[in-house]
């Protein structure tokens, strides 16, 4: 069977393939930035834990301002046990 798809159906079938593949490469492409991005944003906030525990070592538990480089105490609230029910 020798049959063919004419000109007009088959340069319609490679433009819209064309089309699809470019939304297929950019899915895959926003895929690996969104990948790194993560990567990237866990590896913040690793460093970011590691300096606030250095603080915390340092200063104990306080809010710091981030204009003024303040300190402020936090004051630790006892924790409140919820008496437990005998019937």
Known sequence: MADKLTTEELEKVKAVYGVYME???KVHEFNLLHSRAKQMLFKAED???AV???LEEKYGSVNINLETGEM???EEQPEV???????
């Not at 046990?81 to 019937?87: A, R």
Request: hydrophobic share 30%; proline share 5%.
């Open 47 to 49: 460093e970011l834990n």
């Open 23 to 25: 939304h297929d490469r």
């Open 81 to 87: 046990v919820e008496p437990e029910v005998v019937e």
């Open 72 to 74: 402020q105490k936090v």
């Open 52 to 54: 606030r525990a250095e």
